[in-house]
Each structure stands twice: as C-alpha cells, then as structure tokens.
C-alpha cells in the first residue's frame, strides 16, 4: 500500500466514516477506520499513514488526547480533526493546541478535507 496515500479515519459515527472512506476512496486514498483513541493508537503502531483524520470526541480516549499520544511517539504526524462542536468551544481550544494541521468544523466540504491532506 502507498503511504502517501494512506489514512487513518477515527470517528466513532459508523454511518459519517462510511460515507467518508468512500468519497476518501474514490479520491484515491487507501482508508483505515477507528472508532476509539484506543483502537486508533493500535492501527497507528502497525502501519505508517500519510494523514491522521479524526474525531474530537471519541468514547473512552478523546481525540485530543489520542493526537497527543500519536504527536509523542511521530511528531511528524499530519493530523486534522473534526468536530461538532461550535468555534471556540474548550474543545475546539484544546483541539487548535494540539498539533493538529486544523480544525474541521462538520459537516465540511469534501474538497476542504483534500486541500488539507494534499498539501
């Protein structure tokens, strides 16, 4: 698999990561999906990815925290996250602190997510 075109999709919403690991897909990316910060530092460990996309909150681990824990061990990581949650909300805050590339505020546009991880 070309890890250039690798991503690592974290988001608990099964029915919102479908839908983006196919609109991902046909863009030419390869997608592997999480759905917790546990499960997401797993896959992390056992494969290299170009991007890291994922939710803020997250059942057990939040995003920011999984980012933390993923910026620890590669802090070359490109990472963006997505979220709910209104601007400026402590979220959001802790979210634009964590190393991340940005902050996508859901729903976001398809060609927003792709400047971000074509770049």
């Known amino acids: 698999m070309d890890d250039r075109r690798?991503?690592?999709l974290v988001e608990d919403d099964r029915d919102f990561s479908e839908s983006l690991r196919l609109l991902l897909e046909i863009k030419g990316f390869a997608v592997t999906r999480a759905v917790s910060g546990e499960e997401?530092?797993?896959?992390?460990?056992?494969?290299r990815f170009c991007?890291?996309?994922?939710?803020i909150k997250l059942p057990g681990m939040?995003?920011?925290?999984?980012?933390?824990?993923?910026?620890?061990?590669?802090?070359?990581?490109?990472a963006l996250?997505?979220?709910?949650?209104e601007r400026g909300s402590d979220e959001v805050i802790s979210a634009s602190r964590s190393g991340a590339i940005s902050v996508l505020y859901k729903p976001f546009r398809i060609n927003e997510l792709l400047n971000y991880i074509d770049n």
């Open 81 to 85: 996250l997505m979220t709910g949650c």
């Open 6 to 8: 690798h991503l690592l």
């Open 40 to 47: 997401a530092l797993d896959l992390f460990e056992e494969n």
């Open 51 to 55: 991007c890291v996309l994922m939710d």
């Open 62 to 78: 939040s995003g920011v925290e999984t980012l933390a824990a993923i910026m620890s061990r590669a802090p070359d990581t490109r």
